[in-house]
């Protein structure tokens, strides 16, 4: 069986098997299920089966790594800038209807600046000290494949440090001007 290191890539993972990435979720979604072992949460989907273990669940939450420490093994440097970019344009999406009304919920402006931010770290983790672009070794999906097939510019230390920062940066901006949520 597989092996994430987090609930949450567990899901993210599961739902990029489901959905191509055309609509990766942020959260569980009703066909995903949690069954408890005795080291390990199954997480169950029509896409399939993903373990995750308590303890790499746990280093994650106290290091505070949504997805988990080390490099993902399910998903590759390309599946994470694609899921950025999703999220971004989500992000984007909700921020044009945020007016900071009361009662309005900010929530989805957030969340998706934070999951950019965060699939974008995950992608910098495939970048080897020193490095100025990932190395081939870091893409082994078809999604992740094709991605840096057809831009590998997208893959280079500048872009990637450029676009995490302008993730990190519109989600911090956000913040200030509305106030912490």
Not at 47 to 69: H, M
Not at 122 to 136: S, T, V
Request: hydrophobic share 40%; net charge negative.
């Amino acid at each position: 069986m597989l092996t994430a290191r987090t609930l949450a890539e567990a899901e993210v993972y599961l739902s990029v098997l489901a959905t191509a990435v055309e609509a990766p979720r942020v959260t569980a979604t009703p066909e995903t299920s949690r069954t408890e072992g005795e080291e390990a949460w199954t997480v169950t989907s029509p896409a399939g089966e993903v373990q995750v273990l308590y303890r790499t669940e746990e280093a994650a939450r106290l290091s505070e790594a949504r997805f988990g420490l080390g490099n993902s093994l399910l998903l590759d440097a390309g599946d994470w800038v694609q899921l950025a970019s999703v999220w971004a344009q989500r992000a984007q999406d909700a921020d044009l209807d945020y007016t900071g009304q009361p009662g309005q919920d900010r929530a989805p402006v957030e969340l998706n600046w934070e999951f950019a931010r965060d699939a974008m770290g995950e992608a910098l983790k495939f970048l080897p000290d020193g490095a100025d672009e990932i190395p081939d070794e870091g893409f082994w999906t078809e999604l992740g494949l094709r991605t840096h097939e057809l831009d590998r510019e997208l893959f280079t230390r500048a872009k990637l440090t450029e676009d995490y920062e302008f993730y990190r940066d519109t989600l911090i901006d956000f913040r200030k001007l509305y106030g912490e949520g």
